[in-house]
């Protein structure tokens, strides 16, 4: 037997049965009836509404086609920053993670070929807007898909990496130096035993969620030549004889003063008290301290000196013979 439940609401008497379908008495006026309007016999005009089980059947299904449409957006590869979905289906018979990443390197080694700094079908970006710079010269140091990870689903291999770079290019006023680390994603198919790049790479926020892409680090015969690499950079950047010092070296200008014939002497040892450590990430080596460098030079006013001290930050890269300094910043 069911059980009724009722009550009043702004004015109008609410019943709710066991079914919970709801009975609103539209009728207005108090419990003797006095002042009912649209009646007969006293009685209360009463209207019953029910939701259709239709209506409810239409709602969750349209739910449940929002979900997975929201759930296959976030699965999907060309989706630039779509999780990257683990553990994905079975691979291919002989497809390897070398061979997949293939298509992938070599559409890298070509995009560090651009001489625009928003190219177009890759994935890197320079801060310099096209028509306002010149002489664009993209840089890829180490293996770009090392580390790299990939996961496959509904025929396509989902690949996402780390890529290192640097651009220089001019402006009006100066020569720019730029580190870019690249996050990349692509799709790869496989076709035929035979990796193929789908669409072009892309930037992209994802990093797996189970461990961090992670690239090989330099063995130890290559690391200990870093004090002589390093002292050498900073030689160089001292024999520009020039006021800033040149891309790649700490930018800071002389006080009022720009020109060449400027003779630098380091007051100190710059590598005296570094910190060393490996940037596993991208693959780089990064060397913190602090220099102090003298200057002499002349003026209209005849022979001036001046000073530049300060912490600094030294990138370097593993290349074919060694090591490279990229770029010494002020920190």
């Known amino acids: 037997m069911g059980v009724n439940q009722g009550g009043h609401v702004g004015g109008h008497n609410v019943q709710i049965d066991a079914e919970g379908d709801v009975t609103v008495n539209l009728s207005s006026g108090d419990a003797s009836g006095s002042g ?18 239709w209506a409810w059947l239409l709602a969750l299904t349209v739910g449940v086609l929002l979900l997975v449409a929201a759930l296959r957006q976030q699965a999907d590869p060309d989706a630039d920053n779509g999780a990257f979905v683990l553990p994905g289906d079975r691979w291919p018979a002989g497809a390897t993670l070398e061979a997949i990443a293939g298509p992938a390197a070599a559409a890298l080694r070509s995009c560090a070929k651009a001489t625009s700094t ?27 898909v090392d580390g790299a990870r990939a996961t496959y689903h509904d025929g396509r291999f989902d690949l996402i990496g780390h890529a290192f770079m640097t651009v220089t290019y001019r402006t009006l006023t100066a020569t720019v130096i730029e580190q870019h680390p690249v996050r990349f ?4 198919a496989w076709r035929n035993g035979a990796a ?37 950079a900073f030689a160089d950047c001292l024999a520009a004889r020039r006021s800033p010092l040149p891309p790649g070296c700490p930018q800071d200008v002389l006080p009022g003063f720009r020109a060449g014939n400027v003779d630098w002497v380091f007051d100190g040892d710059p590598l005296q008290n570094t910190r060393t450590t490996t940037d596993d ?24 000196t001046g000073s530049l001290r300060g912490a600094y930050e030294a990138t370097v890269v593993t290349v074919k013979d060694g090591l490279r300094v990229v770029q010494i910043s002020k920190a």
């Open 281 to 304: 990430a991208w693959g780089v080596i990064r060397v913190k301290g602090d220099f102090a460098l003298n200057a002499t030079y002349r003026d209209l006013f005849g022979k001036e």
């Open 185 to 188: 994603r692509a799709s790869v």
């Open 118 to 144: 928003e190219p177009v079908n890759c994935p890197q970006r320079a801060g310099g807007r096209n028509d306002q710079v010149s002489d664009v010269r993209w840089e890829l140091f180490g293996d770009p």
């Open 36 to 53: 009912r309007s649209g009646g007969s016999g006293g009685e209360a005009a009463g209207e019953k509404k029910k939701t259709s089980p």
């Open 196 to 232: 193929e790049l789908v669409g072009r790479i892309r930037p992209t926020k994802v990093e797996p969620k189970d461990r961090p892409i992670t690239k090989q680090r330099p063995p130890a015969a290559v690391t200990g030549r870093l004090e002589p690499v390093l002292r050498q």
